[in-house]
């Protein structure tokens, strides 16, 4: 449901996206050209279109969550918007598409404004007040407490709880469940997954899609809905179901992109590496470069390569999580560490072999030990390579603790059930998004 709602969005927004080139085309032109008109900037605006679709995706304006008519989503679109009609205006300029854009440019960027603000507004209207597909819940967690809140603030995602049974069902119960999710009318049928092993559980279950009702367990429908997994509704079988499955064909393939892209782009920001070299000089003793072990796929050390950021011997007391306001950091590095500019030179660690562009971020091994004894399925994260980048980087804080970290593991396994190379690419430009805005 939440896809077909993301693509009906999508389309919508390239309906009204050359309804307003249409209107702009009248409006410019004599009514017996404007056609003609229009066939010529047909793909000079096509071009402005594509980068409009990847800026709204990676402002988030296709994640159902945010798509509420609130303050929230207005301030969303207004900069998703401008940043767009700048980019065309520069696209205009700088590519020969023998047009004359400026009033053409102001015109459209009225109409495609008023148009989009619209029909947004209105689907997002129509979307809270849709009849929902209704879910029967069974069982009772911190994680599927706030699943229900969720819902119950955000009901544009679609779905509404129509029973909830926290305490578990027994044995007649599981008999006449079927029954009962359909007197509710519910469509959807949500329990834990360890339920699953149950006999009397897989009876119902299968009577349940007999029923043509579907069937999901609380981890996948967590998914779709929150973007992380909830770890502690996981169990070992869960892993077993999930994450046995090689990807041989896109580890070689994103360490081919990985190698000729990390190359590239440490040619091409060599000369700023050097600049901020010279700078770190400037502003403390110490070396330009900062070097740490960390634990990357299948556990494995490997020697990170990072900008100095903290003053010499910043560690003399061992191991210790950065925090925010730290004294041990830079007037530099508060800078280097906010635009991220300190991650550049890990460019070579891409090069190496140690490390991805996306992945789990690698963690010191004096973490890494003491978050395997108090968060379950830690090393998980490890099956994989770790990343420059990453979905936890980029949904949640700078980790400062163990309990910050369980947080961060929760978005790292969301990433590795669903790798690929369209998810790679959102977190990339996401990342892109966020580097000179959200410091860590």
């Known amino acids: 449901m939440q896809n077909i709602k993301k693509i009906f969005l999508l389309l919508g927004d390239i309906a009204f996206f050359y309804l307003a080139l249409f209107f702009t085309m009248v409006a410019r032109y004599d009514f017996g050209t404007y056609g003609k008109n229009f066939s010529e900037h047909f793909f000079p605006f096509t071009l402005v279109l594509v980068f409009w679709i990847g800026l709204f995706a990676t402002s988030n304006l296709y994640d159902l969550r945010i798509l509420k008519n609130d303050l929230r989503f207005f301030r969303t679109f207004a900069i998703a918007d401008s940043i767009t009609i700048v980019i065309a205006g520069a696209l205009f300029y700088t590519l020969s598409f023998g047009l004359s854009p400026k009033t053409n440019l102001v015109l459209f960027a009225l109409f495609v404004t008023v148009l989009e603000l619209a029909w947004r507004s209105a689907w997002n209207a129509i979307a809270a007040r849709t009849t929902?597909?209704?879910?029967?819940?069974?069982?009772?967690?911190?994680?599927?407490?706030d699943l229900v809140a969720?819902?119950?603030?955000?009901?544009?995602?679609?779905?509404?709880?129509?029973?909830?049974?926290?305490?578990?069902?027994?044995?007649?119960?599981?008999?006449?469940?079927?029954?009962?999710?359909?007197?509710?009318?519910?469509?959807?049928?949500?329990?834990?997954?360890?339920?699953k092993?149950?006999?009397?559980?897989?009876?119902?279950?299968?009577?349940?899609?007999?029923?043509?009702?579907?069937?999901?367990?609380?981890?996948?429908?967590?998914?779709?809905?929150?973007?992380?997994?909830p770890l502690a509704e996981l169990g070992t079988g869960w892993f077993l179901e999930e994450l046995t499955e090689p990807h041989p064909w896109?580890?070689?393939?994103?360490?081919?992109?990985?190698?000729?892209f990390a190359c590239l782009v440490f040619l091409m920001l060599l000369p700023v590496m050097l600049v901020i070299g010279i700078l770190i000089?400037?502003?403390?003793?110490?070396?330009?470069?900062?070097?740490?072990?960390?634990?990357?796929?299948?556990?494995?050390?490997?020697?990170l390569v990072k900008f100095r950021t903290m003053h010499l011997n910043a560690e003399a007391h061992g191991a210790q999580w950065a925090t925010t306001d730290d004294p041990r950091i830079t007037r530099l590095g508060k800078v280097l560490r906010a635009s991220h500019l300190d991650e550049l030179p890990?460019?070579?660690?891409?090069?190496?072999g140690d490390a991805s562009f996306v992945g789990p971020r690698p963690e010191r091994p004096e973490f890494v030990k003491t978050l395997k004894e108090r968060i379950?399925?830690?090393?998980?994260?490890?099956?994989?390579?770790?990343?420059?980048?990453?979905?936890?980087?980029?949904?949640?804080?700078?980790?400062?603790?163990a309990e910050e970290a369980y947080r961060k593991l929760e978005y790292d396994i969301f990433y590795i059930r669903r790798r690929g190379f369209v998810f790679d690419l959102i977190i990339i430009l996401k990342t892109l998004k966020t580097i000179f805005a959200t410091p860590r």
């Open 132 to 145: 929902p597909e209704r879910v029967f819940l069974i069982g009772e967690s911190k994680e599927i407490t």
């Open 150 to 195: 969720y819902l119950e603030q955000n009901p544009q995602l679609g779905y509404r709880i129509a029973a909830w049974e926290r305490r578990g069902l027994g044995q007649s119960e599981w008999r006449d469940l079927s029954a009962r999710i359909m007197s509710e009318h519910a469509q959807i049928l949500v329990v834990p997954a360890f339920m």
């Open 197 to 229: 092993g149950d006999a009397h559980a897989n009876d119902a279950i299968y009577t349940c899609i007999l029923n043509d009702i579907q069937v999901r367990d609380v981890p996948s429908f967590y998914e779709d809905v929150m973007s992380t997994t």
């Open 250 to 260: 896109y580890d070689t393939t994103k360490r081919i992109f990985d190698l000729c």
């Open 281 to 303: 000089r400037l502003d403390s003793a110490g070396p330009v470069l900062y070097t740490q072990t960390r634990v990357g796929k299948r556990g494995k050390h490997f020697t």
């Open 346 to 352: 890990q460019l070579l660690n891409v090069i190496k």
């Open 376 to 401: 379950p399925y830690y090393e998980i994260r490890h099956i994989v390579k770790p990343g420059i980048t990453g979905w936890a980087q980029i949904n949640y804080r700078y980790t400062a603790s």
